[in-house]
């Protein structure tokens, strides 16, 4: 989030895409769902509202099938 507050857009998504890549091999969901948040938070910083539901769609299906 330090990136992303200094403008550093594109350092800040290269942080959460390595981050979702991580959550993914990680049986811990929560980081993968921080590292979906942060790249929305990017996104919608950016005006890429398509980009940003792009991004939070598969943090949605994953909180979908762990009951939450």
């Keep these: 989030m ?11 998504l ?7 890549s991580d959550g993914e091999r990680s049986p811990d ?3 993968a769902l921080r590292a979906a948040a942060g790249t929305v938070a990017v996104h ?7 980009e940003a539901w792009a991004a939070a769609s598969p ?7 762990t009951g939450v």
């Design 2 to 12: 330090l990136d992303l507050a200094r403008g550093r857009r594109a350092a800040a």
């Design 14 to 20: 290269e942080r959460y895409r390595n981050a979702a």
């Design 29 to 31: 969901v929560s980081r």
């Design 44 to 50: 919608l910083a950016q005006d890429a509202s398509r």
């Design 59 to 65: 943090a949605i299906t994953l909180l979908e099938q």
